[in-house]
Each structure stands twice: as C-alpha cells, then as structure tokens.
C-alpha cells in the first residue's frame, strides 16, 4: 500500500543536521505513528513520504521553509533575571512561557549581568535536516482517525 492522504504510517527515522551529528531518532523506539495528509509531520517530510510504501528506506534533506521554519530575531529577547523567580539561568537552559496564544519553550541564549538573552525559535528553526527514514507499515485510517485527524491506537492518541 502506498503513502496518501488518510493512510496511517509508521516510520522509523534518524535526523542529523549538516556537521553529521545525530539529533534525533526513534531507533530502540516504538516507531512514529503518524496520519499523512494532516500537518502532523513537518511539510518536506511529508512530502518525502508520499508514495512510498512499507519496507522503503530512503533520505531526504528538508531545507527550514519546509522543516521547522526560518529563524525570526523578533522572537530573541532580552528580560531581567528577577523574570525567573530565583532560579540562575545559563545558557541552554529551557523554560517554559506562555501568553494569549498558548505556551512556548524558551532558551537562554546569554547572560550579562542581571539580563538575560531568550530566543523563543524552535531549536530546529533555520537548520537544514537530514532524515534516514524506513517505512515500517501503512493502512487505512479509520473514520474516527480522520475526523480526529490523528491515529488510533498503537502508537496513537488514546
Ligand atoms: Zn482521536
């Protein structure tokens, strides 16, 4: 069966960035179940995956517009440390903030003195990502999956 729309997949993938060093991937892990055609991977990986079928193994170089977008220095900033409620930022680490649109990470990027630099990016905003992707299995989505627009059991939402 070949990756479309309504089809629920599992994958098994590693990213790596340019340099070569591993970011992420679900070896030793219960595959990514996903339903394809509903945004729920990043766009060049979806697209990578359309047509493929269960034991494919392939790679794809996402560039960010297609990945995790592009950086936006908007979202760096700078806040006081008094902002962290006594807890000594350092570079790297995350924090969780939030506003009227819902909640974001943020990483502390600098710290001079008593101000702090965050940079409210996705950590993959800007990066060009390189996927080695298996296809491990392909089905039909459920009605239910696809007014829910996500899968159903194994590896699922519920
Ligand atoms: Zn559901």
Do not use: C, W
């Not at 729309?5 to 790596?16: F, G, R």
């Not at 991977?41 to 794809?60: H, N, R, S, W, Y």
């Not at 003195?113 to 800007?126: E, R, Y």
């Amino acid at each position: 069966m070949q990756i479309s729309s309504e089809k629920v997949v599992a994958i098994h993938y590693t990213l790596k960035d340019n340099t070569g060093q591993t970011l992420d991937s679900s070896e030793g892990k219960q595959p990514l179940y996903y339903l394809h055609g509903f945004g729920n991977l990043i766009p060049g990986m979806e697209e990578g995956l359309e047509g493929k079928q269960t034991g494919d193994a392939f790679q794809v170089t996402i560039a960010p517009e297609k990945g995790y977008g592009l950086r936006n220095e908007d979202y760096v900033q700078q806040v006081p440390v008094d902002a962290f409620g006594g807890t000594i930022p350092q570079v790297g680490m995350q924090f969780q903030a939030g506003n009227d649109e819902g909640r974001y990470i943020v990483t502390v990027a600098a710290v001079d003195g008593d101000l702090v630099t965050v940079d409210a990016n996705h950590p993959l905003a800007g990066v060009e990502l390189h996927f080695s992707v298996e296809v491990i299995e392909v089905r039909e989505a459920t009605a239910d999956e696809i007014a829910h627009g996500h899968v159903h059991g194994p590896g699922g939402a519920h």
